[in-house]
């Protein structure tokens, strides 16, 4: 069973910086996708950064030239290094991955408890 630990999450003031951490355990497979998404109070849960195994990203528009994703493979753990956060960042983070056990396996998604970040103007 897979299990996706954050850490990092608090209250900061606009401007200021946040990096959080997903660990990942269990089997995750050689081929992965990890990723963090935010849920605002009210609203639905939305991508924010993806990161495959070998290194390939993508960031919502938003946050794009803010926040840099990233991981260490050997400890299977993923980062997000936000900078320059606004009030509308604020949100419960969530980890995430994805992954197929096998070619044409259904895509096995997993899904971390949260982390709070919460940005005061």
């Known amino acids: 069973q897979v299990q996706l630990v954050e850490s990092g999450g608090g209250l900061v003031q606009a401007g200021d910086s946040l990096r959080l951490s997903c660990v990942a355990s269990g089997s995750i497979g050689s081929n992965n996708t990890m990723g963090w998404y935010r849920q605002a109070p009210g609203s639905q849960r939305d991508l924010v950064a993806t990161?495959?195994?070998?290194?390939?990203?993508n960031y919502a528009n938003s946050v794009k030239g803010r926040f840099t994703i990233s991981r260490d493979n050997s400890h299977n753990t993923m980062y997000l290094r936000m900078i320059s956060l606004k009030a509308e960042d604020t949100g419960v983070y969530f980890c995430?991955?994805?992954?197929?056990?096998?070619?044409?396996?259904?895509?096995?998604?997993?899904w971390g408890q949260g982390t709070q970040v919460t940005v005061s103007s």
């Open positions: 990161i495959t195994t070998g290194g390939i990203t």
């Open positions: 995430n991955l994805k992954y197929r056990r096998y070619p044409l396996a259904p895509l096995a998604d997993y």
